[in-house]
């Protein structure tokens, strides 16, 4: 089996995941004309606990990535993939359901709200 982690670690120690990924997108990268988004340090503390400014670094730099995949998976059509994926398309809605919820928002007091 072949280690994505170029450097030798030991059976006991585990691979650091920034390298991993670093490695790893670097690779998937290399398929593309794209600048692979690599990561300096991984997260230390929950999304909630990390500052707006610092989330914003991270999303920026998931979203390079993802691109970085998209790009590398259908020849010259990275964005339409990005595009599909960052926007999924919502099942059909039954008409029957379109015209309750309409009803609900129309009803004018609560009581004829709680009947639906």
């Given at each position: 089996?072949t280690?994505?982690?170029?450097?030798?670690?030991?059976?006991?120690?585990?691979?650091?995941?920034?390298?991993?990924?670093?490695?790893?997108?670097?690779?998937i990268?290399?398929?593309?004309?794209?600048e692979?988004?690599?990561?300096t340090?991984?997260?230390?503390?929950?999304?909630?606990?990390?500052?707006?400014?610092?989330?914003?670094?991270?999303?920026e730099t998931?979203?390079?990535?993802?691109?970085n995949?998209c790009?590398?998976?259908?020849?010259?059509?990275g964005?339409?993939?990005?595009?599909?994926?960052?926007?999924?398309?919502?099942p059909?809605?039954?008409?029957?359901?379109?015209?309750?919820?309409?009803?609900?928002?129309?009803?004018?007091?609560r009581n004829?709200?709680?009947q639906f």
């Amino acid at each position: 089996m072949t280690s994505l982690n170029s450097s030798s670690t030991s059976e006991n120690e585990q691979p650091n995941p920034v390298e991993v990924y670093n490695e790893a997108i670097t690779r998937i990268a290399s398929l593309t004309s794209d600048e692979p988004a690599t990561l300096t340090c991984q997260l230390t503390r929950t999304w909630n606990d990390t500052p707006t400014n610092e989330k914003k670094l991270y999303i920026e730099t998931a979203r390079k990535a993802c691109m970085n995949v998209c790009d590398a998976i259908p020849p010259n059509a990275g964005e339409e993939l990005f595009s599909a994926t960052a926007c999924p398309l919502q099942p059909p809605t039954s008409d029957d359901l379109v015209a309750l919820m309409s009803a609900y928002q129309l009803a004018v007091t609560r009581n004829a709200k709680l009947q639906f």
